[in-house]
């Protein structure tokens, strides 16, 4: 089976650096995906990896190992907006998206 | 400004109705797709859509059904709506790759 694991919840702090893991088993394997989910709001996207390595844009950075399944969302100068689910999807050999179940993260002040 | 939008954004219905969730895009992607979202699960893909008059079932289909007879409109319809349906509702359009998505707002339907 597919399978996506994310940690339920996080919690940081205002200033902070924080690393949101993600790790995967999928029939194939043609890209990862992060997105943010607002409380009651629509997913938007952040980043995509299909190589291994790091992608930075602006304070997120993602990070993808594909000899180990796995993959990282950095979040560095954390602020009060960043309250969000993190949603993890991986794009399957039928380039199908299969996500996981997101991880919410609660920045405290 | 192109958009995705949903109507209706909130909806209660009893068991057995039929419903139709619309889903309407200004941004003229060929790629449309219905998800739903439920705690404790990923999105979970209901039909999806790479063009005019094509429809294909996604991995939580049962229940559902899609017609495309145009690129700006893929609304989703529930045959007979079950209380396993109560759930929030997304739908999303890609340009050509099916990865980077633009979502609607979503529709929170209850089935009583």
């Known amino acids: 089976g597919q399978n996506i694991d994310q940690p339920t919840e996080m919690t940081a702090t205002e200033g902070a650096i924080v690393q949101i893991n993600c790790t995967y088993q999928?029939?194939?394997?043609?890209?990862l995906f992060w997105y943010q989910q607002h409380a009651g709001e629509a997913p938007t996207f952040l980043s995509y990896?299909?190589l291994d390595g790091l992608e930075e844009k602006g304070r997120f950075s993602s990070f993808l190992s594909r000899s180990k399944g796995y993959s990282y969302l950095l979040l560095k100068e954390l602020q009060m907006k960043d309250s969000a689910s993190y949603l993890c999807?991986?794009?399957?050999?039928?380039?199908?998206?299969?996500w996981g179940a997101g991880t919410k993260l609660i920045i405290k002040p | 400004d192109a958009e995705i939008t949903q109507s209706p954004r909130h909806k209660i219905t009893e068991t057995g109705r039929q419903v139709t969730l619309a889903c309407h895009q200004t941004?003229?992607?060929?790629?449309m797709f219905w998800y739903r979202q439920d705690l404790g699960h990923g999105l979970r893909l209901i039909h999806y859509?790479?063009?005019?008059?094509?429809?294909n079932k996604g991995e939580v289909s049962d229940g559902y059904s899609v017609s495309r007879s145009n690129t700006e409109d893929l609304p989703l319809t529930l045959e007979s709506a079950a209380s396993s349906q109560t759930s929030v509702y997304f739908c999303?359009?890609?340009?050509?790759?099916?990865?980077?998505?633009?979502f609607g707002e979503g529709s929170r339907l209850t089935v009583l």
């Open positions: 990896n299909v």
């Open positions: 859509s790479y063009g005019v008059q094509d429809t």
């Open positions: 941004w003229n992607h060929n790629n």
């Open positions: 999303a359009s890609s340009e050509r790759d099916p990865g980077e998505l633009f």
């Open positions: 999928t029939s194939g394997f043609n890209g």
């Open positions: 999807a991986v794009r399957d050999s039928n380039y199908q998206l299969i």
